[in-house]
């Protein structure tokens, strides 16, 4: 007897339904995900239906202006995309607090929790009044379809920012006279 992979599949969905808690109250219509789909570079590539079911497994987080999204040295295992808003990315440095970057609308954040180590390697504050979608791994992992896509995304998210990070430096070491490279 021969099994149709496509029963198998609706299977397997509707029991990770009834295991995998689903946050209420997240109702997006057409044009607030066809937003996200144009803006959110970590959702690229997914079609309509993929991107529904994912949006569908994100907590949806509204952050007052200066509210901590997370601090550095939190344990982490979920990444945020901001709806609307502007956050910062601090780092401490002894005594002082370094700004990073600062998070527009349709950017991901804390997305290093998901592909690498498990604390914040940051703090995210929120610079005025924000909302994020949170993405925990757990619920990412258990839908393929999307998380193969969302983890390639995250490295070309990751790639773009080391760039920027590797330019910046550059800079930093023509300024400073240095001429003996780093050990990395």
Do not use: W
């Not at 997370?70 to 295992?77: K, P, Q, V």
């Not at 005594?95 to 929790?113: K, P, Q």
Request: hydrophobic share 45%; charged share 25%; proline share 3%.
């Amino acid at each position: 007897m021969r099994i149709d992979p496509a029963v198998v599949k609706i299977f397997a969905e509707n029991v990770r339904a009834e295991i995998i808690h689903r946050p209420a109250g997240l109702n997006l219509d057409a044009s607030i995900v066809q937003k996200i789909a144009n803006k959110v570079k970590v959702f690229q590539g997914m079609t309509a239906d993929c991107l529904m079911s994912t949006l569908a497994m994100a907590e949806h987080m509204p952050h007052k202006a200066g509210d901590i999204v997370f601090n550095e040295g939190d344990i982490g295992s979920s990444f945020h995309v901001l709806i609307s808003g502007e956050v910062v990315i601090e780092k401490n440095r002894g005594d002082r607090t370094v700004s990073l970057a600062n998070i527009v609308a349709g950017d991901c954040f804390g997305e290093m929790a998901l592909v690498g180590n498990h604390l914040r390697s940051a703090t995210v504050r929120a610079l005025r009044d924000s909302v994020t979608m949170r993405f925990d791994r757990e619920r990412v992992d258990a839908y393929p379809d999307s998380a193969h896509i969302i983890y390639r995304n995250i490295a070309r998210v990751l790639s773009a920012r080391l760039d920027i990070s590797s330019e910046r430096l550059a800079d930093l070491v023509l300024r400073t006279n240095e001429t003996r490279p780093a050990p990395l």
